[in-house]
């Protein structure tokens, strides 16, 4: 009987044990976890940090699930040291499990900049639920927040505690919202949409340090600003969790280098999600961390699977704003595109052209055909007999799959 063991409780592992179950139905697969909830969707917490959804409402994997599946899940147990000459683990706890094939999945944590005074009580980051609950405390006496990030996540949880009642202050260094996302008329679009359900923006701008003060916080921006909060959210991105990955000396760069198949350089050892790199390549998204995992754990079992990469895909969850965005969003405007800008009805669409098919889009407000259009995307489908056609309303994208 062969073992597989997953280090990392997250979409990755998951996906991966999925994987595993519907190619070797007896084998054992062995899963540990630093937290003690089951798998969640972790882009939910922004909607559980506002009280909108309880933590049963956004779990992938409840008990039975891991129960009917016959995987061993061993919650708040860190893995502290991998021997791959034994093919063994040990736990924080001291006990040691053996495999045969294994697979890292251990994530990633919340970047902090270093910011003077980023330590500080009342200083926050969001990744997952035990964040959510100590950010959720300190609401419940807090009137303003500033949220350092203009991204997703940085503006999805700035909504969460808006819609908790907070005044929200969000410092983003690129001049404009969403740069990974967007370009600079829609994101001018997006931020007048936001301003007026009451967001405060300070765009171009740097956090010089976040200073304690007797009522809360004070957040010094390098132009001077003085920014006051009781809660200051740093939102700046993702890095790989990669503690075990050097203590087995792993070729690392953005991250874990991984091959197509989602093996590191040990035998036997596979990596998959936020703390893997593959072809140069560092995604930090559910999508990709989805399809590694399915991969890694296909190869695990015997199968020859390969990662061709992910189409980066992102939709920003705020009530009131719908917003897609997809691909090459050629923020620099120096590719073929078709954009239509509705300032009446609030609207932006992009669509960005390459060799006659689409290699990207933004869709704010109207959202027509965006599976369609994303699909078009990955299997970049040729449009030319169509293309003049994609301005249309009446376009019919169902012919674009």
């Not at 919650?75 to 001291?94: D, F, M, P, Y």
């Not at 890095?239 to 989602?262: F, H, N, Q, W």
């Amino acid at each position: 009987m062969t073992t597989y063991l997953i280090i990392g409780n997250g979409v990755a592992g998951n996906a991966a044990a999925e994987s595993i179950r519907k190619i070797e139905a007896q084998d054992e697969v062995l899963m540990f976890s630093r937290e003690k909830y089951y798998f969640y969707y972790v882009p939910a917490l922004p909607e559980y940090l506002a009280g909108e959804k309880q933590i049963k409402d956004f779990t992938i994997h409840n008990e039975k699930w891991y129960e009917k599946n016959r995987i061993d899940l061993y919650l708040e147990t860190e893995i502290t040291a991998i021997n791959a000459r034994q093919k063994a683990v040990l736990t924080k706890g001291g006990k040691k499990f053996r495999y045969d094939k294994l697979l890292l999945a251990c994530g990633g944590n919340s970047f902090v900049p270093p910011i003077p005074g980023s330590q500080s009580n009342g200083v926050f980051t969001l990744r997952t639920v035990s964040d959510a609950d100590i950010i959720r405390e300190r609401a419940k006496r807090s009137k303003k927040v500033v949220v350092i990030g203009g991204g997703l996540l940085g503006l999805e949880a700035g909504n969460g505690l808006r819609r908790l009642g907070l005044e929200i202050s969000v410092v983003e260094f690129s001049p404009r919202l969403l740069p990974r996302q967007m370009d600079v008329a829609g994101a001018a679009l997006l931020r007048k949409q936001m301003e007026e359900m009451g967001f405060h923006f300070y765009l171009g701008a740097k956090t010089r340090e976040i200073v304690p003060e007797k009522d809360g916080l004070a957040v010094y921006l390098e132009g001077g600003e003085k920014l006051s909060a009781e809660i200051v959210l740093i939102s700046a991105g993702v890095r790989p969790e990669l503690t075990l990955a050097k203590s087995l000396g792993l070729a690392i760069d953005k991250g874990v280098k991984v091959d197509d198949s989602m093996r590191t350089e040990i035998q036997d050892i596979y990596a998959a999600g936020d703390l893997v790199e593959h072809q140069g390549r560092f995604y930090g998204i559910w999508p990709a961390s989805m399809e590694q995992g399915r991969i890694a754990g296909a190869n695990m079992a015997g199968q020859e699977v390969k990662y061709r990469g992910t189409v980066p895909s992102n939709t920003l969850k705020v009530v009131g704003i719908d917003l897609v965005a997809a691909g090459e969003i050629d923020a620099e405007g120096k590719m073929e595109s078709l954009v239509i800008r509705d300032e009446a009805k609030r609207t932006y669409r992009k669509l960005v052209f390459q060799d006659n098919t689409i290699a990207g889009v933004i869709l704010l407000g109207d959202t027509r055909g965006r599976d369609e259009i994303q699909g078009a995307i990955k299997s970049k489908k040729d449009i030319s007999s169509i293309k003049e056609n994609l301005a249309d309303e009446k376009f019919d994208f169902s012919v674009l799959p």
